[in-house]
């Protein structure tokens, strides 16, 4: 986010391309990660949907905050953000002295649902030092092992940034953006699909129908030169 600001992008693009940028490093740490998602199938029913929802929200606040505004806090935000960064090691030594002694407290589950929102309307809308926050919040109201929580944490952190990305997607940058599937496990794959499975996610989303579609075939091909692919006419690969 800072290299964006440094290379003169307005501070709610900056912002929006960062979130974007991370989906694919969150969605590869979950992949290596996805034995540890075992047994874990209700925790993730109740920290998705959170996790959606509160991104959707902080995406729609920061789409309703002016420029002149988000350039104004943002020094707050990547102030708090490095002090997030600089206390994630100690933080995490405290949380594994913490579950050693056996002084964790053990709450319903259902009750991550509000932190995790909260959690992710401050990831839609800004989004540095989220995972920090989130690890924290599960290894406080979760008894499980760190190794186990920091996969859902990356589950938590790829669906607030997908969802804070989708309400960015408009007609002014529509033609700009291209989807991509690198990293998907070979399973996920035959299970669901390819590019179709983001188009047909995208269309739930509420994308438009034609956009979703182009995203996935006419602006990659355009994008990387390949005039004679993304389009159906004679003599051209469609």
């Known amino acids: ?44 029913w109740l920290a998705i949907p959170a996790a959606g929802l509160g991104g959707l929200t902080g ?3 920061l789409l309703r905050t002016s420029e002149k505004v988000f350039t104004e806090i943002v020094p707050f935000l990547i102030l708090a953000a490095s002090v997030l960064l600089a206390v ?62 920091n996969v859902v944490k990356q589950v938590i952190a ?15 940058n529509a033609r700009r953006v291209c989807f991509c599937t690198d990293d998907r496990h070979p399973g996920d794959l035959l299970d669901e699909g390819s590019l179709d499975h983001l188009v047909r996610t995208a269309i739930r989303a509420g994308v438009d129908v034609v956009t979703a579609i182009r995203m996935a075939t006419l602006n990659t091909a355009e994008w990387f030169r390949l005039y004679d692919r993304g389009g159906i006419r004679p003599g051209h690969r469609a």
């Open 158 to 172: 790829f669906f607030t940034n997908l969802a804070a990305v989708l309400p960015m997607l408009n007609p002014d």
């Open 88 to 149: 994630q090691t100690p933080l995490r030594n405290w949380l594994d002295r913490r579950r050693e002694r056996g002084t964790g407290i053990s709450l319903p589950e259902a009750w991550i649902c509000l932190p995790v929102f909260l959690c992710a309307v401050y990831g839609g809308y800004f989004g540095a030092g989220m995972s920090v926050i989130v690890l924290a919040v599960l290894a406080l109201m979760v008894n499980d092992s760190l190794t186990r929580l």
């Open 1 to 44: 986010f800072p290299t964006l600001l440094g290379i003169g992008l307005p501070a709610v693009s900056a912002n929006m391309t960062s979130s974007m940028a991370l989906l694919p490093g969150f969605l590869g740490g979950t992949l290596a990660q996805r034995t540890d998602l075992q047994g874990q199938k209700k925790r993730l």
């Open 59 to 61: 995406a729609l606040l």
